[in-house]
């Protein structure tokens, strides 16, 4: 399984990758979070390759749709998904490497539920996983990335298999990266979608440092609407 992927990242710095299993496969595009960030790549073969987002900007530098690649990590036993520990580009030698999170921690994440508002109807080209195996999203084949939450998309996995229409509504995002949305709502059409049981947000918001939601006395986030703790004497009034 790919349950340890933590533990192996965490020994990258000191272990060598490449003896982990090795896949060869050619890039068809990144796989996008809701906000945006990529979060691995979907190979010409239907395997789905994770990587953690906080290395998103170095994947896109090193890897781009059309090259072929040579990934070492962690395959999973009944899917086509590996949970990357290094990916290498073959044209031009690249390697990113996962050393873990970065210093301080992954930090703390606001609701993923941001963005533009979009509406997008397709065919299911194939399905797509957490790190874990959880059925969270779908590729469609224009390359649209509809992202539900795991136990939604679980209730509605015949309804998201590959070749069925889907019509959805929900935010996202449109880049030069790809196109992702975040469902709220999902049916055969629009006439027939029907609203999803989405998680409600995390109390602690992503706001800007020393800010509400933002990284707070000990690197915590106040959560919205929470009070603002008193100035130390001596300190200007807050503006």
């Known amino acids: 399984g790919v349950g340890g992927a933590g533990a192996y990242a965490q020994q990258a710095a ?138 939604e998309a679980q209730r509605l996995a015949a309804q998201l298999a590959p070749g069925q229409q889907i019509y959805t509504q929900g935010h996202g995002t449109v880049s030069p990266l790809g196109k992702v949305v975040a469902a709220q709502s999902i049916g055969p059409n629009q006439s027939q979608a029907v609203a999803l049981q989405t998680p409600p947000p995390p109390r602690h918001g992503h706001g800007p440092a020393g800010g509400p939601g933002g990284p707070g006395p000990g690197g915590v986030g106040l959560a919205d609407g929470a009070p603002v703790p008193p100035a130390p004497p001596g300190a200007p009034p807050a503006r």
């Open 14 to 151: 000191t272990y060598d990758p490449s003896q982990l299993p090795a896949i060869k496969g050619k890039v068809a595009q990144y796989t996008l979070t809701p906000r945006g960030d990529v979060d691995g790549l979907v190979l010409d073969n239907g395997t789905e390759v994770h990587f953690p987002p906080h290395l998103s900007t170095q994947l896109v530098y090193a890897v781009r749709p059309g090259d072929t690649v040579t990934v070492h990590g962690l395959k999973a036993q009944a899917l086509p998904m590996v949970q990357a520990m290094s990916i290498t580009s073959d044209a031009s030698g690249q390697t990113i490497t996962d050393t873990g999170p970065p210093a301080g921690g992954p930090g703390r994440r606001g609701p993923d539920a941001g963005g533009q508002p979009l509406q997008v109807q397709g065919q299911v080209k194939e399905q797509l996983h957490g790190p874990r195996g959880d059925l969270n999203g779908v590729l469609l084949q224009d390359g649209t990335i509809v992202r539900l939450p795991p136990p």
